[in-house]
């Protein structure tokens, strides 16, 4: 199996039946097809719409209906639409239950940054500094070391950050952990990696959860 | 009442330099395609432009970056366009970047006669240099500041004689927002009923908030990102 998809077969895991739930633009939106069909959710897209539905046949596009990646999309039932203010009440309110996130570098304290390289054009934040603030559930996926292979879980992330301390989840293609209080906890090897792999690839310092457990 | 007018000349041509334009839409969904492109004709400069995004290179309000009107733009994502990159670096082009649930705040408070308010949302980041941090209940917030633009730019589905407006699907995005935001704001949409053909309890936006209202023909609505089953 590819990184990404031992991340991605991961981060579904995440979602519960009942939830509502924010992808992010890019490989978390890949998650989206995913979702066992047993698990109800309702997916957000900070552009205005609760209830995501699948890509639309070619016969049914509308240009009125979009994802906050700017992809045609359907509704589903029991969707609903509402403007960009009240679509940030719901993530700024703490009304979302979980937002799945892109990483560029997570730090040991959950430090977050995703939206910037500096020297590279601006693009902007979008809604990312919105939803790591709001949502209950913060998710990060991302590789865990970059194309010249340093590790992207830093000690202090080196990058302009998205949010302080807002990460509870990282999830790579090595290892899953989880933040707490009392720092960053290993939980999780994906298949095959062994922990001396992610002690080594890990730049960030973190502690064993004693009852780590190694994924299919 | 006279709100709805033949033309978009005679309000576009009121528009001076240096004017703030508050202009809805999300990519190109539910843009003010016809109002832009008559200020791309009137050829206005030294614009400050606040929208969630600014268009494409040859389409939405990428027109006005192409016609070099645009001197200050307030966005949260602008990375569609390649000619903003270029008047950014080479300094022609001023940028404030702001969360996306920021600036639908601000526009919402600056609509609602509040003059700022407080958000968690840019703690610790660049966003909140030079900004106020208060601390309530233990949590640090920083102040952010309502906006208010001189003319709003606002797309709508139907709309009747009273100016109150009706918005379809994921079109709607700032556009209700944008209408509260704006010292003047013009409201161009696809059909006009007549009054009291909208069902009261189904209006979006009252049309205590809009002053004109234009019925444009033969929308565009460009697709930015064509997915669908297949694909």
């Given at each position: 199996?590819?990184?990404r ?8 895991k ?47 596009v ?62 902007g ?5 919105d ?17 010249h ?65 190694q994924?299919? | 009442?006279?709100?709805v ?48 995004n ?10 006005l ?30 940028v ?17 006669g ?20 208060k ?52 409201a ?44």
């Amino acid at each position: 199996m590819t990184g990404r998809k031992l991340i991605l077969e991961r981060a579904v895991k995440e979602i519960q039946d009942g939830m509502c739930v924010n992808l992010g633009i890019g490989m978390p939106t890949l998650i989206a097809n995913m979702i066992p069909e047993d698990v109800d959710v309702m997916l957000q897209s900070e552009n205005g719409l609760l209830g995501i539905g699948a890509y639309p046949k070619e016969t049914e596009v509308d240009p009125d209906l979009i994802n906050a990646g700017k992809e045609t999309v359907t509704a589903k039932a029991g969707a609903s639409y509402f403007d960009s203010a009240e679509s940030f009440s719901m993530i700024r309110g703490g009304h979302i239950d979980l937002a799945i996130l892109g990483g560029m570098e997570v730090s040991g304290n959950g430090d977050l940054a995703n939206w910037m390289i500096p020297g590279k054009m601006v693009k902007g934040m979008g809604g990312a500094m919105d939803l790591v603030q709001g949502a209950k559930r913060i998710v990060v996926i991302m590789d865990h070391v970059n194309k010249h292979g340093e590790s992207k879980v830093k000690k202090n992330c080196t990058l302009p950050l998205t949010g302080q301390g807002v990460v509870h989840c990282l999830i790579t293609d090595l290892a899953v952990f989880h933040f707490t209080d009392a720092g960053m906890e290993l939980v999780e090897l994906q298949n095959g990696v062994a922990l001396d792999e992610v002690k080594e690839k890990t730049e960030a310092d973190f502690t064993v959860s004693e009852s780590l457990k190694q994924l299919d | 009442m006279g709100k709805v007018i033949s033309s978009l000349d005679e309000v576009v041509q009121q528009i001076e330099d240096g004017a703030t334009i508050v202009a809805g839409g999300f990519g190109l969904c539910g843009i003010p395609e016809k109002l832009i492109s008559s200020l791309r004709d009137k050829g206005v400069k030294d614009l400050t432009v606040v929208s969630n995004n600014c268009g494409v290179d040859d389409w939405g309000l990428g027109l006005l970056l192409e016609n070099r009107q645009i001197k200050k733009m307030v966005a949260s994502y602008v990375g569609e366009n390649k000619r903003f990159e270029q008047q950014f670096l080479s300094g022609e082009l001023e940028v404030e970047l702001v969360p996306q649930g920021t600036l639908a705040e601000r526009l919402r408070a600056g609509g609602a006669g509040i003059p700022a308010f407080y958000t968690a949302t840019g703690v610790g980041t660049e966003v909140a240099e030079g900004k106020e941090h208060k601390e309530f209940d233990g949590k640090t917030y920083i102040m952010e500041k309502g906006i208010v633009g001189d003319y709003a730019f606002v797309k709508a589905w139907k709309a009747d004689p009273f100016g109150n407006l009706v918005f379809r699907k994921t079109a709607r995005n700032f556009n209700p927002v944008i209408a509260t935001a704006g010292k003047i704001t013009i409201a161009e949409v696809e059909e006009i009923v007549g009054i009291g053909e909208l069902d009261p309890d189904g209006i979006h936006t009252s049309g205590v908030y809009v002053q004109k209202v234009f019925v444009g023909e033969n929308y565009q609505k460009r697709i930015e990102k064509l997915t669908t089953a297949n694909s």
